[in-house]
């Protein structure tokens, strides 16, 4: 059974600072991984989706590698701004024919101006 | 472009009470939408995978008869709490997958999500 790990669960940092946030996942036959932000209350908001080819991808200030042998991958954020502050969310697809997303319980990133 | 919207945002109503929940996919066909609930500090966990003309495919413990879905159209799913009770308080999500060119590789988009509280 898939178990996607979130580290930290919660983080505060700097306006300006540079961050990493982790995700581990236990079964490596993964199709790809999705990195979500969630601000409260609301939905999801796809950032970034990486393919299990794949070793990272951009967008802006986000930058998401993976390491499916390892189970890893890690959202690096630079120049964090207070608007970033929100719920980030990392989900496993697996191989095979199910579309279904195992999510990790997300960290709570706080930008403090 | 990919928007998916979600309705109601909010519902308070007595146990005992019917809830219907509408997604709508509003600029892409999507054959397939999925039901997520996620309960307070929980990770989001799928309800069912919804497909359109057929039926729904629940995942293991969630109540097929509780948890009604239909999806009538390539661009609404709907989710029925079936006489709700305050255990079934929680933050449903929708999500619909467009079709074109591939759908393998086509992500997930999301909902804004519907709070349902049971009094």
């Known amino acids: 059974k898939q178990e996607v790990t979130q580290i930290p ?35 999801l908001t796809s950032l970034l989706l990486i393919q299990s080819s794949q070793r990272e991808q951009t967008s802006g200030r986000l930058n998401a590698s993976l390491d499916k042998s390892s189970g890893r991958s890690t959202l690096y954020i ?10 980030y969310l990392c989900a496993v697809r697996r191989q095979g024919g199910s579309e279904k997303l195992v999510f990790g319980k997300g960290t709570k990133l706080t930008v403090n101006p | 472009g990919a928007v998916v919207s979600q309705h109601p945002s909010w519902v308070i109503c007595k146990s005992g009470t019917s809830v219907k929940i509408e997604c709508r996919s509003l600029d ?38 509780k948890f009604l879905i239909n999806h009538a ?42 709070r349902l509280s049971i009094l």
């Open chain 1, 9 to 43: 669960a919660a983080l505060s940092v700097p306006e300006g600072e540079n961050l990493v946030l982790n995700c581990s996942f236990t079964d490596s036959a993964i199709y790809n991984l999705q990195w979500f932000r969630q601000d409260p209350g609301k939905g």
């Open chain 1, 78 to 87: 630079a120049a964090s701004q207070p608007g970033d502050s929100a719920t």
């Open chain 2, 28 to 65: 892409f066909q999507a054959t397939t939408m999925f039901w997520y609930r996620q309960f307070p500090k929980q990770s989001l966990m799928l309800m069912a995978t919804s497909n359109e003309g057929s039926k729904a495919t629940y995942e293991q413990g969630v109540e097929k008869d």
């Open chain 2, 73 to 114: 159209s390539l661009t609404l799913s709907t989710l029925t709490v079936t006489s709700a009770h305050p255990e079934d308080s929680s933050f449903y999500i929708c999500s619909a997958r467009g079709t074109e060119p591939s759908y393998s590789n086509q992500p997930q988009h999301f909902g804004d999500g519907t």
